[in-house]
């Protein structure tokens, strides 16, 4: 998908002069539509996916549930807030573009406006307990149901990552016609070398502070999950090897098998860096002011929050983000639309570190639990 989104934009960028006005229109009004129907349809995917989360975790001891929760919770907060000092620096940069007046952009052919028939934060809420309720008390329905949600949200996502270059094209187009996308090209490097440098030397702190002397050995053991993840872009697809490598690190090797299938799509430090700050260099790029921190605060919870409601597949971090970002931070939808062509061209560096970042908890967890509660961990 990178590599495709790269071939688009090099593409729109050699021919948006030779396209006819109605259709450069009628193409942005497409981007737009199909970005209305995925906030639309956001809420039952994000429901789905917390139900499923929350059941899966629910199936455990109560105290294992909390703690894991808790962990990750934790450490997907000190990621996004750790993610504010760096943005604030990326913030600083030299990403102000030439905006053109308001009106006087590319047009669309038509606006779809459906509905808002739910509030995200409370379909995060309902999923969530409803899943740990029903997994507790009615685990076969919770088994049933989840499997159901899983396989409709699956089937969704993986069509609809046909329609993502669709989604991108227009608003490509759009950002060509109003000159800005030349801009954006020049500005970028220097964030994703920033985004790069942050993340990998949080992760080698991570393990570090886990395994001490072992570092250079634990890291190395890691490598095949990592580069897994690179290439494939999904945490889930290299979780064979992310499981295989951490049990190589880990004092006690039972706990690689029960924490990373748990934490495998909602402990994403990758993203947990990579979106706040593309969401400040992109703030700073149209002109917005800068969050205040409180602001960014309030966004940090409802981040981490919707982490465990990220689908399993390359985009879908940034996808399940884009009401977060549009009702915290002020995104409009040319925001949306670059901060979700940027996330995925970066996606296999995203990827890469939230490999790392789940081996780095495991061993942290690892080096908290030892060789004192091995049973515990058995039991999830």
């Keep these: 998908m990178p590599f495709i989104l790269l071939g688009l934009i090099a593409l729109a960028g050699l021919t948006h002069s030779w396209i006819p006005l109605p259709i450069k229109s009628v193409l942005y009004a497409t981007s737009l539509s199909l970005k209305s129907i995925i906030l639309f349809i956001l809420p039952f995917l994000i429901f789905g996916l917390l139900f499923k989360t929350a059941a899966q975790l629910s199936k455990s001891a109560s105290k294992v549930i909390l703690f894991l929760i808790g962990g990750i919770c934790l450490s997907n907060f000190i990621s996004t807030m750790i993610s504010y000092t760096v943005g604030t620096a990326a913030y600083q940069l030299d990403l102000s573009m030439e905006l053109i007046e ?16 739910i509030g995200n934060g409370q379909a995060m809420l309902s999923g969530l307990v409803l899943g740990i309720v029903l997994g507790r008390w009615k685990p076969v329905w919770a088994e049933f149901l989840s499997s159901r949600i899983e396989k ?30 030349g801009q954006i090209i020049r500005s970028y490097g220097l964030v994703f070398a920033l985004i790069s440098g942050a993340v990998f030397a949080y992760i080698a702190l991570i393990y570090f502070t886990a395994v001490g002397k072992r570092f250079f050995e634990c890291l190395k053991n890691m490598m095949p999950a990592a580069i897994a993840g690179f290439g494939s872009m999904s945490s889930a697809a290299s979780m064979p090897l992310t499981i295989l490598g951490t049990e190589k690190n880990a004092q006690n090797p039972d706990l690689a098998r029960s924490v990373i299938p748990a934490t495998v799509n909602i402990h994403l430090i990758g993203d947990c860096f990579a979106i706040p700050i593309f969401a400040f260099a992109v703030l700073k790029s149209f002109g917005v002011a800068e969050p205040a921190f409180f602001s960014y605060l309030v966004f940090a919870a409802y981040f981490v929050l919707a982490k465990f409601s990220v689908a399993a597949v390359p985009g879908g971090g940034i996808l399940v983000m884009l009401p977060v970002l549009e009702s915290y931070l002020g995104f409009d939808p040319a925001m949306l639309s670059l901060i979700t062509a940027l996330y995925i061209l970066f996606d296999p560096v995203i990827t890469c570190a939230n490999v790392l970042g789940n081996g780095g908890f495991a061993m942290v967890v690892d080096r908290i639990v030892g060789k004192k509660k091995p049973v515990l961990f058995q039991a999830s």
């Design 102 to 117: 308001l009106g006087a952009g590319l047009a669309p052919a038509w606006i779809l406006t459906l509905p808002k028939w």
């Design 152 to 181: 409709g949200i699956m089937a969704f996502f993986k069509k609809f990552l046909y329609v993502i270059p669709l989604f991108i094209l227009g608003f490509v187009i759009q950002m060509y016609h109003d000159q800005v996308m």
